[in-house]
């Protein structure tokens, strides 16, 4: 198993694997360091024998045993026909919305729920933009915990149904995600439970770098030449550039210049609108209005953090409205067959943008983060405009609603 400490992201400050997540120098936040003695080759052939799992990577994750649970290691999918509309020859998709709870957060989960267990909780809770909440729902449920979950009511109704099916405590907060993280973190004054996402947010990150470690592994251990992320918090994005630095730091992967491009709805962008404006820091968003609800975080922690990749990766951050999300939820069930929410269309949104525009070159290698199902948001798409006949149980009314020889589609 791996050694680990913490240190701080400012200053460096070192500090024990324990239950911390500032610094007490500077406050600023810390992060995971890892220790190996193997690395190369020989950890290459280390973590393809381990499970068909996240849990392949325990080297690279700061648990001190990993369990049997059935997280990640989604398909990377070659998008052919999407590559083709969008003059992309090798774009790849990562189709993280077939996880347990069907969105990338079982990952930060799974392993905040095992850094809950080796530090004694008998609760886990979060603030959640929607998927989270399920997630730690979920996890709970597998792990034996209880689950105390805090969401704003304006999330889709699945989202808030998910948690209480899990058997989770569901509270639903009349305000925005920013409001509800202000009141979670005076709970966590009150309360002795892990904070998956605030007390234990150091370890929880870690979760999201196993997208691109599954990335690189399913290349042939070889990194992209560009990834689309979508952005909420920012930890998704920034996560994924500590898995690149790692990956080359333990001579998993050759080193290689990839471009970090991140994708938010018009309605909640204060990242990129801080990039178009050339800001080195964002404004925070008071009001987020946007379908894409669990991107709507108007103060994302990682936001600062996510524009300076962005620059020194020769990247973007890009913006894309409702009308954009809802057609490239479209888009991407049409050509690939894969139904995605929101966060998803935000997603495919910005990789159209970046396609048309020039920013991707037809022969790199593009892969783009599918992060939530959209099964959970059914009330996002409109599909007024496909082919839909409803008939009495006939031949000749099914004659005559299609008649033979008409397209059975109109796009
Ligand atoms: C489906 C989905 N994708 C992406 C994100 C963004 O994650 P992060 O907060 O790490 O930026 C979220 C956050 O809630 C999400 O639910
Ligand atoms: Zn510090």
């Not at 190996?36 to 052939?45: F, N, Q």
């Not at 990377?76 to 919305?97: F, I, M, S």
């Not at 994924?240 to 994708?263: D, M, Q, S, Y």
């Not at 959970?376 to 008649?403: G, H, M, N, Q, W």
Request: charge should be negative; proline fraction near 6%; include cysteine.
């Amino acid at each position: 198993m791996p050694t680990y400490h913490l240190r701080c992201r400012a200053c460096r400050t070192p500090y024990p694997a324990a239950d911390l997540h500032t610094c007490s120098e500077c406050l600023g936040p810390l992060e995971v360091v890892y220790e190996l003695e193997v690395r190369g080759a020989e950890l290459r052939e280390r973590i393809e024998r381990g499970p068909a799992s996240l849990w392949r990577y325990a080297p690279l994750l700061p648990v001190d045993e990993a369990p049997d649970e059935a997280v990640g290691r989604t398909p990377l999918v070659r998008a052919e026909r999407l590559g083709r509309e969008l003059g992309l020859d090798r774009l790849y998709l990562k189709n993280d919305t077939v996880n347990p709870s069907f969105s990338f957060k079982d990952r930060v989960v799974a392993i905040a729920a095992r850094k809950a267990k080796e530090f004694g909780y008998d609760t886990i809770a979060c603030a959640s933009t929607g998927n989270l909440a399920g997630a730690v729902a979920a996890a709970a449920a597998r792990q034996g915990l209880r689950a105390v979950v805090f969401v704003p009511s304006t999330i889709e109704p699945a989202k808030t149904i998910a948690p209480l099916v899990y058997g989770a405590t569901l509270v639903e907060v009349d305000g925005t995600y920013d409001e509800v993280n202000r009141l979670v973190a005076q709970v966590a004054e009150e309360r002795h439970w892990a904070f998956v996402n605030f007390t234990l947010r150091s370890y929880y990150v870690e979760g999201s770098k196993t997208l691109l470690f599954e990335v690189a592994e399913q290349l042939g251990w070889e990194l992209p030449d560009a990834l689309v992320i979508p952005v909420a918090s920012g930890a998704l994005y920034v996560n994924t550039a500590k898995a690149i630095r790692e990956l080359v730091e333990h001579g998993l992967v050759r080193p290689k210049a990839v471009r970090l491009f991140g994708a938010q709805p018009v309605g909640c962008a204060p990242v990129a609108d801080a990039f178009a404006a050339g800001a080195d820091r964002y404004t925070p968003v008071r009001a987020p209005r946007t379908i894409a609800h669990s991107l709507a975080i108007g103060s994302p922690a990682d936001g600062n953090a996510v524009l300076a990749i962005a620059r020194a990766s020769d990247a973007q951050v890009v913006a894309s409205d409702d009308a954009e999300i809802r057609e490239a939820i479209g888009l991407v069930a049409r050509t690939e067959g894969i139904f995605v929410e929101p966060a998803g269309g935000t997603t495919v949104a910005g990789l159209v943008r970046l396609a048309r525009s020039g920013a991707l070159s037809r022969d790199a290698v593009v892969v783009a983060y599918l992060t939530g199902n959209g099964f959970k948001t059914p009330e996002a798409v409109d599909v007024s405009a496909v082919r839909r006949a409803r008939i009495a149980p006939r031949l000749d009314a099914f004659e005559e609603a299609l008649p033979a020889g008409e397209p059975v589609l109109v796009a």
